[in-house]
């Protein structure tokens, strides 16, 4: 395995308010994973126009993600 590829991983992302398409290295992104699918999520500042963005993760986002060296963190019920 080559220790250069997480490093060097890009994701394609697109923003839902300007529509503008790019790419984001996994240190722009960040996956939160909580106890549903409601609650597991990756965000991002999209670069072109500032907007803070938030989408819902299924399972294979989630291994794509944290495959590719994106931050996670874990969200914890307080019930």
Do not use: N, Q
């Amino acid at each position: 395995m080559d220790a250069t590829a997480t490093a060097t991983a890009v994701f394609k992302a697109a923003c839902p308010d300007c529509r503008g398409r790019f790419e984001l290295h996994a240190g722009a992104l960040r996956l939160a994973i909580g106890a549903s699918s409601r609650t597991t999520f990756y965000s991002f500042t999209c670069p072109d126009c500032g907007s803070a963005v938030r989408k819902p993760a299924g399972e294979r986002i989630v291994e794509l993600l944290t495959g590719g060296g994106v931050r996670t963190l874990r969200l914890h019920s307080t019930a």
